[in-house]
Structures are given as structure tokens and as C-alpha cells.
């Protein structure tokens, strides 16, 4: 008796299987197939190398900072900051293909460089030449060309002295050292 079972059980087992395989592959072509979110690939990029360089000898410059502000299709993407290494260099691969970047590249001792490139390409090297700074050029003095008059730096603001003799002396002035007090002992003087 329990062979017979068995063996009822032996063959009715393929058949259910194939009965469960069938339906499901019929539920499945009627059914569209969902997986979540819809995937979108992220956009191609480009490798951007920025070259940052003293304009008077041509030597690197080393933790200058260069500022990429991407524009794609009118839209701001956002900016990222990155210092250069001793070789005065900076390498990004994150800015899409096909986008407007704004380059801002700013160094202590140096006028502040700016410029837009279009990235069409996979790979784009560009190579800045820094300068020290310069006048303003005004509609009143011509200027251009000119090497600036205030040195880099914090700079403490020019006062006038005054020439009013009746002017009070500063506060803030230390007293003369190179003259001796007067000496308050009753010493006879000769």
C-alpha cells in the first residue's frame, strides 16, 4: 500500500510542476515587468585638467584655488572647489559633456582669473597663466598695463596727518623716552 503511494505521488508531482510552470509564464507576458523606478543613466562627462602657472616665470602654482560652475541647458548644476597639487594641477571627471563652465581661479598674490569654456569634448586642458595684480583702469587715468600700487595682502588705510597747530595730540601717542623725567627729589641744584 505504501508503494502505491509512492508512486501515485512520483507522477502526479511532474505534472503540477509543469501546470504551475505554465501559468506563471502566462501571467508574466500579460503583465508588464516592473522593476521599481524607471533607470536613467547618468550623463556622459568629461575630464577637465586645469594647468595653474606663474605668468612672469611659468612655475606651478601649489594650493590655488579652482572653482568649476557647470551651465547645462540654462541650468545653474552647482560649483565645486578643488586646490592644486604641487604641479599646480586639478583634474575633475564629474562635468557633464555638452555643458558651459564657468572657470574662477584664485591664488594669494595673484589677480583672480575667470573665464567660460564649452565642454564638448571627453577630455578639455586648460592652461591658466596667473598675474600679479594691476591698476584700475578708470575713464579718468589709463591705467592698463600698470603694476598695482598696494601690495598684496591686508592693508592698513592711508590717514592724513593733520597740520593744525592747535590740534590735540593723540591719546593713543607713547611719551618720549629719549627725554630723562623730571625728578621730583629736593636734591639742591647747582
Excluded: W
Excluded at 49 to 67: E, F, L, Q
Excluded at 115 to 144: C, G
Excluded at 166 to 171: E, I, L, M, R
Amino acid at each position: 500500500m505504501m508503494s502505491s503511494r509512492r508512486n501515485l505521488l512520483f507522477r502526479i508531482a511532474p505534472v503540477c510542476i509543469g501546470v504551475v510552470l505554465t501559468a506563471s509564464s502566462l501571467l508574466a507576458e500579460q503583465s508588464p515587468e516592473r522593476h521599481g523606478r524607471k533607470y536613467k543613466p547618468p550623463p556622459e562627462t568629461s575630464k577637465i585638467t586645469v594647468v595653474v602657472k606663474k605668468d612672469s616665470n611659468g612655475k606651478p602654482i601649489m594650493n590655488a584655488a579652482v572653482i568649476f560652475n557647470p551651465f547645462k541647458d540654462g541650468k545653474d548644476i552647482g560649483n565645486l572647489e578643488v586646490k592644486t597639487d604641487p604641479d599646480g594641477k586639478v583634474s575633475i571627471d564629474i562635468i557633464p559633456t555638452g555643458s558651459l563652465v564657468r572657470v574662477q581661479v584664485i591664488a594669494t598674490g595673484y589677480a583672480t582669473f575667470a573665464q567660460e569654456f564649452q565642454v564638448d569634448e571627453p577630455t578639455k586642458e586648460i592652461n591658466v597663466s596667473m598675474l600679479r595684480p594691476r591698476e584700475q583702469v578708470s575713464s579718468y587715468v589709463d591705467n592698463s598695463g600698470k603694476a598695482s600700487s598696494r601690495k598684496a595682502g591686508v592693508q592698513e588705510p592711508v590717514r592724513p596727518k593733520s597740520t593744525d597747530p592747535n590740534a590735540k595730540p593723540d591719546s593713543s601717542a607713547k611719551p618720549d623716552s629719549s627725554k630723562p623725567a623730571p625728578s621730583s627729589s629736593s636734591a639742591p641744584q647747582q
